[in-house]
């Protein structure tokens, strides 16, 4: 997972070219995924917008596959992400996975005047139509938070759809969430492993409940610092 948040006075085409570098490193070392984060730049730090720096690093990650870990999809139109995404699918050459979550930053929602607590809703209705769009087929949709009457000609390399991951924290709700609506569910980096574990068994229920196999992979974000001490 790539760390694309620098202070504001950083130069960010050298730090590009780090990352350009790293992801070619990793891709010769044999790792087999690389994830982008999701954040906006708001003093004092800047962040790299995930969609686009995935497709800048499209070409260096090779055969990795290219995840966002994860993507804030209630702070953006999902016609705009679903043809964003599919693009970029294409660019991975079938490799993408769409990592998605609600959010928690206040700073964040206010800046694009999304009130915080419809996150929730907004993921839900977002992610239905994003592969919804993703078939091709007409959409005609109104619901709670949007109203969308579109059809996408552009689609995803991956069919039926790209995998769907979705980062949970803490919240029993939320892990239920990502139980129901997506392929795995992406373990946060900030709970201890105690639990995580605990965590695991909220989903395990809740993958029961829907009727589904736990997943084939389960990411689980871990921080590692690297260091010549």
């Known amino acids: 997972m790539l760390n694309t948040e620098y202070p504001e006075t950083d130069d960010p085409a050298r730090r590009f070219a780090e990352h350009r570098e790293?992801?070619?490193?990793?891709?010769?070392?044999?790792?087999?995924?690389?994830?982008?984060p999701h954040h906006y730049s708001r003093g004092p730090s800047q962040w790299f917008p995930p969609l686009l720096t995935a497709a800048a690093l499209a070409g260096e990650a090779g055969s990795?596959?290219?995840a966002t870990t994860v993507f804030l999809?209630?702070?953006?139109?999902?016609?705009?992400?679903?043809?964003?995404?599919?693009?970029?699918d294409v660019l991975c050459g079938g490799r993408f996975v769409f990592g998605v979550g609600s959010g928690w930053?206040?700073?964040?929602?206010?800046a694009l005047g999304v009130?915080?607590?419809?996150?929730?809703?907004r993921l839900e209705e977002g992610l239905d139509l994003v592969q919804r769009l993703w078939t091709g087929e007409p959409v005609a949709f109104r619901g709670r938070h949007?109203?969308?009457?579109?059809?996408?000609?552009?689609?995803?390399?991956?069919?039926?759809?790209?995998?769907?991951?979705?980062?949970a924290n803490a919240s029993p709700a939320a892990i239920?969430?990502?139980?129901?609506?997506a392929d795995s569910w992406i373990v946060?980096?900030?709970?201890?492993?105690?639990?995580?574990?605990?965590?695991?068994?909220?989903?395990?229920?809740?993958?029961?409940?829907?009727?589904?196999?736990?997943?084939?992979?389960?990411?689980?974000?871990?921080n590692v610092f690297v260091a010549r001490d």
Do not use: N
């Open 73 to 88: 999809l209630p702070l953006v139109h999902p016609v705009e992400v679903a043809e964003q995404a599919a693009m970029l």
């Open 105 to 110: 930053q206040p700073d964040e929602f206010k």
């Open 176 to 181: 239920r969430r990502a139980a129901r609506l």
């Open 115 to 121: 009130p915080l607590e419809e996150r929730a809703g």
């Open 188 to 222: 946060s980096s900030h709970p201890d492993i105690a639990s995580v574990e605990r965590h695991l068994e909220t989903y395990r229920r809740a993958l029961t409940e829907c009727g589904k196999p736990f997943p084939a992979e389960l990411p689980v974000l871990r």
């Open 64 to 66: 990795m596959q290219v």
């Open 22 to 36: 790293q992801v070619r490193l990793a891709r010769e070392a044999g790792f087999d995924l690389v994830g982008i």
């Open 146 to 167: 949007y109203a969308v009457d579109a059809r996408l000609t552009l689609r995803p390399l991956q069919r039926p759809r790209p995998p769907i991951w979705m980062g």
